[in-house]
């Protein structure tokens, strides 16, 4: 064994990676979100972090000549309603994009699943029936990406900030996250969790707000943030991705009039095979894609 050889990491050599259906966003994350892991998207709300994991589903089905897993997903959803409206709408521009690719009677929406729970009893007890899903139909385009938007809904209105709580909240963190990376494992499947943001306020800092990967300090909308449900839970995921958003006032060059322009950003928190990278990109009708600058 060379010391180069330890530096070197399997994971980002030979582990099957789901394009975003962005090259440009790819190329941050080394070619796309890994299979046999468990990858977090954080982000405050309405920073695209949702819309992301709905442009997912639909990459997930192309051929891996195009950087799909030509698969099948599991959406598990905790936020009411699910956003059907908006995955038909960015199916459609999926099958306008890949027409070349995709039969005339293709419907994208036959190969994504979709479950709502409203605990972390009720997410655990699907995740033990996942398997079986997985199983049932490896005939058609097999599962192997499951998708759960938000996982921080399920705790952050549950438990209360009691010893017991917070010991039956840890152990809830390790069971649903230990059988996420036995599924990923077992069937090569791409996990993908959502989580949200909470403020960080000075006479709060402790160990919730401890330094965690490549940022020094996480921001969003002019805020300092950090990752809800502490450091219990973010020692349970593989990687970490931030999604920040901030406003700019810009003035009409031709008028007085003010106009605010929206800018996020994708940022690489914590990985084990990828360096540290942001990228920003925009949220169109037609999805999620990265800006080159």
């Keep these: 064994m060379i010391p180069q050889n330890l530096l070197r990491n399997p994971l980002a050599l030979t582990t099957q990676k789901c394009t975003l259906g ?16 468990v990858t977090e998207l954080v982000a405050e709300s309405a920073s695209g972090k949702t819309q992301l994991c709905l442009q ?8 891996a000549s195009l950087g799909g897993l030509a698969a099948s997903s599991l959406y598990i959803h905790s936020e009411f309603p699910f956003p059907s409206r908006r995955l038909h709408q960015l199916s459609q521009s999926f099958r306008s994009s890949y027409s070349h690719v995709l039969d ?12 709502g729970v409203q605990s972390a009893d009720e997410l655990f007890d699907v995740l033990l029936k996942t398997d079986s899903i997985v199983l049932r139909r490896r005939t058609q385009l097999p599962v192997r990406l499951i998708v759960i938007d938000s996982i921080a809904a399920l705790f952050r209105g549950e438990f209360e900030n009691t010893p017991l709580d917070l010991k039956r ?3 809830l963190f390790f069971k649903i996250s230990g059988k996420l990376k036995a599924l990923a494992e077992r069937f090569g499947l791409a996990v993908v969790v959502t989580n949200q943001v909470v403020d960080v306020m000075e006479q709060t800092q402790g160990l919730n707000v401890l330094r965690i990967g490549n940022l020094g300090s996480l921001y969003s909308s002019g805020r300092r943030v950090c990752a809800a449900l502490g450091l219990a839970w973010a020692n349970c995921v593989n990687s970490r991705l931030f999604l920040s958003r901030n406003e700019e006032i810009q003035a009409e060059v031709t008028g007085d009039s003010v106009g605010r322009l929206t800018r996020r950003r994708l940022h ?7 360096p540290e990278s942001s990228c920003e ?4 009708r037609e999805g999620v894609f990265g800006i080159e600058r």
Excluded: K, T, W
């Design 22 to 37: 962005c090259p440009i966003l790819d190329r941050c994350i080394s070619g796309g979100v890994p299979c046999n892991s």
């Design 56 to 63: 997912l589903l639909l990459s997930a089905q192309l051929p």
């Design 104 to 115: 005339s009677a293709y419907n994208p929406l036959d190969f994504v699943l979709v479950q």
């Design 169 to 171: 909240r840890s152990s």
């Design 268 to 274: 690489v928190v914590f990985s084990p095979h990828l």
């Design 281 to 284: 990109f925009v949220i169109s």
